[in-house]
T-cell receptor, first 113, second 109 residues
């Protein structure tokens, strides 16, 4: 399967714990995006990378959130000191420069107790 | 006001019916327009891009009215497998996508 992959698919954690999610984009795609989706809403943009450079961050990305893409391939999204309001589906997407279509991974579903 | 507005539905239609969804967007700088489909607990998948001239893909027709900042999707001859949430999406460049809340479609036998 050469699509976008995300791990883990599900994560249950207690409030105050740190969590880290991984996204592996389609191999030739140089752009990588993170979105968050809560129940009954469409996905909301969090941040985006072109190669290893993080070029845009949403105001939704508080200082408890950090994303990296160290070698321009896979990316990680870390949430520190999780809160119940962080419970959501975290979606990763990738695309190639010059092409509009973003391809989404299956998402990581986070539940903070 | 949300940047992309859609009627959340649900739209309940019988098999074979024609159904239309609309959405409006507020950012006049938007350059790219899409409809994505999302099945329950799955990721969004691109259904079709939307162009000013209108475009058709089988039973699906999308229209864009830039002057009114309005996008539509028409589904003809609905199938049970069309049951899903349809997300209206705009982009101001090859960067972030801005999604509507989605319109839920339920096609019944």
């Amino acid at each position: 399967d050469t699509g976008v992959s995300q791990n883990p698919r599900h994560k249950i954690t207690k409030r105050g714990q740190n969590v880290t999610f991984r996204c592996d984009p389609i191999s030739e795609h140089n752009r990588l995006y993170w979105y968050r989706q809560t129940l009954g809403q469409g996905p909301e943009f969090l941040t985006y990378f072109q190669n290893e450079a993080q070029l845009e961050k949403s105001r939704l990305l508080s200082d408890r959130f950090s994303a990296e893409r160290p070698k321009g391939s896979f990316s990680t999204l870390e949430i520190q000191r999780t809160e119940q309001g962080d419970s959501a589906m975290y979606l990763c997407a990738s695309s190639m420069t010059g092409l509009e279509t973003q391809y989404f991974g299956p998402g990581t579903r986070l539940l903070v107790l | 006001r949300k940047e992309v507005e859609q009627d959340p539905g649900p739209f309940n239609v019988p098999e074979g019916a024609t159904v239309a969804f609309n959405c409006t967007y507020s950012n006049s700088a938007s350059q790219s327009f899409f409809w994505y489909r999302q099945d329950c607990r799955k990721e969004p998948k691109l259904l079709m891009s939307v162009y000013s001239s209108g475009n058709e893909d089988g039973r699906f027709t999308a229209q864009l009215n830039r002057a009114s900042q309005y996008i539509s999707l028409l589904i003809r001859d609905s199938k049970l497998s069309d049951s899903a949430t349809y997300l209206c999406v705009v982009s101001a460049g090859f960067q972030k996508l801005v999604f509507g809340t989605g319109t839920r479609l339920l096609v019944s036998p």
